[in-house]
């Protein structure tokens, strides 16, 4: 199976824009998807197909896929964003993550 | 709505076998592609396995094959994971997560997780 590749840590300011990045090349086939996940919480799917948003996500959420990175936006950063973020793709039949970035808003 | 509750946190020596459960409502069990995904303590989210609708199989990630069962018994809504031979390693949060349709897709629903912890 393949690798995807993220920064351990990103910093952002509040009210400045995050960018997360998730490198692996099956991107040029395969679509990225995005999930938060908060201390003690589950998961939860922030982008979906490379760049759609399931209902409920906010609007500075957004994704791109250019090549073999894949890119996590978010706009305006709250406190609130303050989380580990993970990629997956498909490799065929099986699962693959990235392995993580935590988000820190100082 | 989809719900995905699972049972409670377990203990396990080393050696033991642990089983962990998935109640679903909202969907029935086969209208979703069910997987299980852990997150050991100080590291990422890890997939384990699940139903690959695209296949029509179960398919394990190759780290835990020979160790891991992937179960549902559809009359009740219900999967199930279990995973043999612990080991201190595997003390983690267990995930069931699960999507609808006949493609691979996102994990859109997530159970809120089962601690299995290992220790002697």
């Known amino acids: 199976s393949f690798d995807l590749t993220q920064p351990p840590s990103v910093s952002v300011s509040p009210g400045q824009t995050a960018t997360i990045t998730c490198s692996g090349d099956k991107f040029d086939d395969e679509y990225a998807f995005w999930y938060q996940q908060k201390p003690g919480q589950s998961p939860v799917l922030v982008i979906y197909q490379d760049t759609k948003r399931p209902s409920g996500i906010p609007e500075r959420f957004s994704g791109s896929n250019s090549g073999n990175t894949a890119t996590l936006t978010i706009s305006g950063t709250l406190a609130m964003d303050e989380a580990d973020y993970y990629c997956q793709a498909w490799d065929r039949s099986t699962v693959v993550f990235g392995g993580g970035t935590k988000l820190t808003v100082l | 709505q989809v719900q995905q509750v699972q049972s409670g946190a377990e203990v396990r020596k080393p050696g033991a076998s642990v089983k962990v459960s998935c109640k679903v409502s909202g969907y029935t069990l086969t209208e979703l592609s069910m997987h299980w995904v852990r997150r050991s303590p100080g590291k990422g989210l890890e997939w384990m396995g699940g139903f690959d609708p695209e296949d029509g199989e179960t398919i394990y990630a190759q780290k835990f094959q020979g160790r891991v069962t992937m179960t549902e018994d559809t009359s009740i809504d219900t999967a199930y994971m279990e995973l043999s031979s612990l080991r201190s390693e595997d003390t983690a949060v267990y995930y069931c997560?699960?999507?609808?349709?006949?493609?691979?897709?996102?994990?859109?629903?997530w159970g809120q997780g089962t601690l299995v912890t290992v220790s002697s």
């Open positions: 997560a699960s999507f609808h349709g006949p493609i691979r897709f996102s994990f859109e629903y």
